[in-house]
């Protein structure tokens, strides 16, 4: 799977919109941009997914380039309980693949 | 989405001792996986738990220390076998269900080992 490259931290205002830069340069044409959220002594939870299409849903919206070489999160207005550590992972759709984690971005909400 | 479900939910073992980590889907799932996160660390992949066959294990991870069980579709355990100090840490469980490709996870097993 491709490597990507986040953030280590980012603070964002609370009822701001809280943007999640995600760099993957080495993506192949089948594999697809996740992001997971992981709040504290919680087990990660599945945001939104995309291939090259933007994505949106309840949770966020997913603006990926056109080269697909990054992505964007766009969490529309934070609030205090989406302070999380925020994952992007390139993986081949598929249920049998598995999902490797970096580092990810640790996102702190502030009053 | 699958609903999982882990027990113990948080556990302190003594050295030397072994550990069983239960998972339940609430509904018939494809593929199950354990992972690690160590403390301040990210998840790591132990091995896919494979229903009716030997898990397959990742680089670092070996059987004998992390056997794990799938007896059904819904059901899957993870031993800690032998634990030391630094077994301490996270362990989930994750499914990816018959209709999706999206993988979810349980809330983990907080282990700590003296």
């Known amino acids: 799977d491709a490597k990507t490259t986040q953030p280590p931290s980012m603070d964002c205002a609370e009822g701001r919109a809280a943007n999640l830069p995600c760099n993957h340069s080495t993506i192949s044409g089948n594999e697809y941009v996740y992001w997971y959220r992981q709040i504290h002594s919680q087990g990660p939870q599945y945001i939104i997914h995309g291939l090259k299409n933007n994505e949106t849903n309840e949770m966020a919206s997913l603006i990926i380039t056109e080269d697909r070489k990054s992505s964007t999160l766009i969490l529309p207005h934070a609030t205090l309980r989406d302070t999380a550590v925020y994952y992007c992972?390139?993986?081949?759709f598929g249920a049998g693949n598995k999902l490797t984690f970096g580092g990810g971005t640790r996102v702190l909400v502030k009053p | 989405s699958a609903v999982i479900s882990q027990k113990p939910s948080r556990d302190i073992c003594q050295r030397g001792t072994s550990l069983t980590i239960q998972c339940q889907v609430d509904?018939?799932?494809?593929?199950m996986f354990w992972y690690r996160q160590q403390p301040g660390q990210s998840l790591t992949l132990i091995a896919t738990a494979n229903q009716g066959s030997e898990a397959t294990y990742e680089s670092g991870f070996v059987i004998d220390k992390f056997p794990i069980s799938r007896p059904n579709l819904t059901f899957s355990t993870l031993t800690v076998s032998n634990m030391s100090p630094e077994d301490s840490s996270i362990y989930l469980c994750s499914a990816t269900g018959q209709s999706t490709d999206t993988q979810y996870f349980g809330p983990g097993t907080r282990l700590t080992v003296l």
């Open positions: 509904s018939q799932v494809t593929m």
């Open positions: 992972i390139v993986r081949v």
